[in-house]
C-alpha cells in the first residue's frame, strides 16, 4: 500500500526524470583526498541511495582551487583529472537506481586564508560578517576585476561539462550561504558599480551568464537547478523577498530547471531572539517555498516547467506528503535527516518512521568541518564520517551473553548493537525509564528535537527483543 502517493510518484526535474520525490540536500564531508572521490564518499553516498531517496546532490565541489576552497578536503571539479573519481561514484549511486547531480560553487569571501594560502576575494572588498557558528574571522577579501569573474563564470561551466562527461544528471549552483553565488546577489556584499553591481538586474548577471554558458556547453537535456537564499533577514540587511524572487525567475528565465529554495540571515554575535536548531520545527522552509513558487510561476518570462524544492526538517512524511498535495513545492529537500539516518526515504515509504535514527539538531555535522576542519560527523549516527562510511556490520563470531549496565545513550546503543550483531544481551537501569543523561539534555529550553531519542531508543530495544540479528547496516 502506498501511504504517501505524492512523495513516492516518480516527477522530472527538465529532461531528468527521478524516481520520487525526495532530494538529498549537498552537504559537505571534507572527506576527499585531495579533491579526489574516495571510497568514503562513495559508500557514503551509495547508502542513501539503498535507502531510497530519489535525486542525491553530490556536496559542494570546487570550480576554482585554491581561491574557491571551502575546507581543505572539498570535492574539487577544476581539471579533467577528477573525472574518472567521479565517474565512479555517479554509476554507484546510478547502479542504486537514483539520480545524481553535481553541486558545483566557488566560496567566495568565505574562504579562509589557512586554507587557501591567499587573500580571499569577492564581488566587492567587504569582509562577511562574523558567523559564531562557523569560526570565520573578518578578513577583507580582494574585489575580482570583471575579467576575473568572467574567467570564473567559465570555470563553473568547465566543471558542469566534467560532471556531465563523469555521467551525472545534473549540476546545482550554490547561491546560498556565505558562498560566491549568494555574495553576488546581496546589495550588501556587492557594493560595485559596474556590469556586476548596482541593481538587482546587475547583481544577477553572474549567475545568468554561468547558465548560459552550461546550456550552450552541455546542452538543455542535462539538469540544471540553483540552490538559492531567497531572503537575507536581520540587522545586516541583503537580499529583500523581492529581490529573492525576482533573482529566481531570471535564472529559471536564463535556463535553469529549477530552485532549490533557502533563506538566511547574519548576525554578529546570537542575541535572545535566535532558535537553536535543536529546537528547529519540521518544514520549517515549505511556506517559504510556497510563497516563492506562487509569485515566481505568475513572473513574465518564458519558463520550461519549473520545479520548485522545498523542506527543512521534513522528516514527517505526512508533512511531505502534505506540502506537495497543496503544492507548496514539487519536490522535498532532506539534508540532516539523511545523514542521521540514510535509509530515511525507505522507513518513509513503508511508513515506519518511528524505527528512523532522528536527527537533533546539534549541528554537529557542520560545525566541526568548518571550525576544526575535520570530517563530517554525527551525534547520533557513529558511521557517519568514520572510517570509509561502510554501513556493513557482520554477525559475531561467536555468540556470547551480554550485560548492559545503564541505559542511557551509550547504554542503549551498545545494548541494540549487540544484539544486531547476535549477541544476547540484557539491560538493566536503576531508574523507572531510559534515557539517563539524556534527562539533563532535554531540561533546558530549545532543546526539543532532543527528546525524539526517547522514542527511538525504545523502539529499538523493544524490536531487538528475542528478534534474530540483522545485518543490513541499519
Not at 164 to 176: M, R, S, T
Not at 197 to 226: H, M, Q, W
Not at 383 to 406: F, H, Q, S, W
Request: some cysteine; hydrophobic content about 35%.
Amino acid at each position: 500500500m502506498n501511504h504517501y502517493p505524492h512523495i513516492f510518484a516518480p516527477g522530472k526535474i527538465g529532461s531528468v526524470e527521478v524516481r520520487n520525490r525526495t532530494v538529498m540536500s549537498a552537504m559537505g564531508t571534507n572527506m576527499s583526498d585531495h579533491g579526489f572521490v574516495n571510497d568514503a564518499i562513495i559508500n557514503h553516498y551509495v547508502e542513501r541511495a539503498k535507502g531510497g531517496v530519489g535525486l542525491i546532490i553530490i556536496e559542494v565541489t570546487c570550480v576554482d582551487t585554491p581561491l574557491g576552497l571551502n575546507t581543505v578536503n572539498m570535492l574539487v571539479a577544476d581539471d579533467d583529472k577528477y573525472i574518472p573519481g567521479l565517474a565512479k561514484l555517479a554509476a554507484a549511486i546510478h547502479a542504486q537506481g537514483a539520480k545524481c547531480f553535481l553541486q558545483i560553487s566557488h566560496t567566495g569571501r568565505g574562504a579562509r586564508r589557512k586554507n587557501i594560502g591567499a587573500q580571499p576575494v569577492g564581488p566587492s572588498a567587504v569582509a562577511m560578517p562574523f558567523s559564531y557558528m562557523m569560526g570565520f574571522g573578518n578578513e577583507e577579501p580582494r574585489a575580482l576585476t570583471i575579467e576575473e569573474i568572467r574567467t570564473i563564470e567559465d570555470k563553473y561551466a568547465a566543471a558542469a561539462v566534467r560532471a556531465q562527461k563523469a555521467g551525472f544528471d545534473g549540476v546545482e549552483l550554490h547561491a546560498c550561504g556565505y558562498y560566491m553565488g549568494q555574495q553576488f546577489l546581496s546589495s550588501t556584499a556587492n557594493i560595485r558599480t559596474d556590469e556586476y553591481g548596482g541593481n538587482p538586474e546587475n547583481r544577477s548577471r553572474f549567475y545568468t551568464n554561468i547558465i548560459g554558458k552550461i546550456r550552450e556547453a552541455c546542452g538543455t537535456d542535462f539538469g540544471l537547478v540553483v540552490k538559492q537564499a531567497v531572503m537575507e533577514a536581520g540587522e545586516q540587511g541583503g537580499i529583500t523577498m523581492e529581490e529573492g524572487m525576482f533573482y529566481a525567475n531570471k535564472f529559471l528565465t536564463a535556463g535553469a530547471d529549477g530552485i532549490e529554495v533557502m533563506g538566511g540571515s547574519w548576525k554578529p554575535v546570537p542575541d535572545i531572539d535566535d532558535i537553536p536548531s535543536t529546537a528547529d520545527k519540521p518544514g520549517r522552509m515549505l511556506g517559504l517555498s510556497a510563497v516563492v513558487r506562487k509569485a515566481v510561476l505568475s513572473m513574465p518570462g518564458e519558463k520550461k516547467n519549473p520545479v520548485f524544492i522545498g523542506g527543512g526538517r521534513t522528516y514527517l512524511p505526512s508533512l511531505a506528503e502534505e506540502a506537495l498535495a497543496e503544492g507548496k513545492c514539487d519536490f522535498i529537500f532532506m539534508g540532516h535527516g539523511l545523514l542521521a539516518e540514510p535509509h530515511l526515504v525507505e522507513y518513509m515509504e513503508q511508513d515506519r518512521c518511528g524505527e528512523a535514527r532522528p536527527c537533533i539538531g546539534c549541528n554537529l555535522c557542520a560545525d566541526d568541518q568548518l571550525s576544526y576542519n575535520r570530517h563530517i560527523r554525527c551525534s547520533c549516527n557513529a558511521v557517519l564520517g568514520n572510517g570509509e562510511n561502510d554501513y556493513t556490520m557482520e554477525p559475531a563470531a561467536v555468540i556470547k551473553k551480554v550485560l548492559v549496565v545503564g541505559g542511557g545513550i551509550a547504554g542503549m546503543e551498545a545494548a541494540r548493537t549487540a544484539a544486531r550483531r547476535g549477541h544476547k544481551v540484557t539491560l538493566v537501569e536503576q531508574n523507572d525509564h531510559l534515557g539517563g543523561q539524556l534527562d539533563y539534555a532535554v531540561a533546558p529550553p530549545y532543546k526539543d528535537n532532543l527528546k525524539q531519542l526517547y522514542p527511538y531508543y525504545e523502539k529499538q530495544l523493544e524490536q531487538r527483543r528475542g528478534r534474530p540479528a540483522e545485518y543490513n547496516g541499519r
